[in-house]
């Protein structure tokens, strides 16, 4: 059954540390993606790559870091830099169809 | 740099009834790709439907259909016949089609409200 999962589905984090998103997807697509969405808000782009080992910042990736180390695998970073962590982050996949196809999300929440 | 607007932050519509929501966009290019996507209570993100530019037909999907006026740069979505499993935030994005990995750009989203 193929699909993009993202764990966990609720996080919580306490000011200063850093947390890691996980984001898997087994349709072999080539590309992968990180947004995040506020509340009233559009989903504005952190990360993408489009290739194993390699990617580009989005519009607000400051206090964010990715990897792309597997095909299959693109964890997000969300750092101690970034300010207003908590919001709804969502991963996407694409085969490069201009589709992109999306994964359930994970809430952040900052105590 | 690409914008999308939607100037609708709330909707409602009767069940069964005709919905239309509005859409804009800015961008200089003449290759691109234009997007709905819905957002149900799950905020699983669903694509709606897509439009390509260089298609002047309207796209459709069963209920789903698009007014696309290039040259106004509007891209509207109607729901014909609105059911109860419709009421979701819709949102309207934009990708440059110069490359097969583009990126979206969204709109802050219309929420929908379907009545019984």
């Known amino acids: 059954d193929g699909g993009i999962t993202q764990s966990p589905k609720y996080l919580f984090r306490k000011e200063g540390q850093n947390v890691t998103l996980s984001c898997e997807q087994n349709?072999?697509?080539?590309?992968m993606y990180w947004y995040r969405q506020d509340p009233g808000q559009g989903l504005r782009l952190i990360y993408y790559?489009?290739?194993?080992?390699?990617?580009q910042k989005g519009d607000i990736a400051e206090g964010y870091s990715v990897s792309r180390e597997k095909k299959e695998s693109f964890p997000l970073t969300v750092t101690s830099a970034q300010k207003n962590p908590t919001a709804f982050y969502l991963c996407?996949?694409?085969?490069?169809?201009?589709?992109?196809?999306f994964g359930p999300g994970t809430r952040l929440t900052v105590l | 740099a690409q914008t999308v607007t939607q100037s609708q932050p709330e909707m409602s519509v009767q069940e069964a009834e005709t919905v239309t929501l509005s859409c804009t966009y800015d961008?200089?290019?003449?290759?691109?790709?234009l997007f709905w996507y819905k957002q149900p209570p799950s905020r699983q993100m669903i694509l709606v439907i897509r439009?390509?530019?260089?298609?002047?037909q309207n796209a459709t999907e069963n209920r789903f259909s698009v007014n696309f006026q290039k040259a106004a740069k509007s891209f509207s979505l109607k729901i014909s016949d609105s059911q109860l499993g419709d009421a979701a935030m819709y949102f309207c994005?934009?990708?440059?089609?110069?490359?097969?990995?583009?990126?979206?750009?969204f709109g802050q989203g219309t929420i929908l409200t379907v009545h019984p």
């Open positions: 996407a996949s694409s085969t490069g169809s201009h589709e992109q196809f």
């Open positions: 349709l072999n697509h080539d590309a």
């Open positions: 790559s489009q290739i194993v080992n390699d990617f």
């Open positions: 961008t200089s290019e003449s290759d691109y790709y």
């Open positions: 439009q390509e530019a260089y298609k002047q």
């Open positions: 994005a934009y990708m440059w089609g110069g490359t097969s990995y583009g990126k979206l750009t």
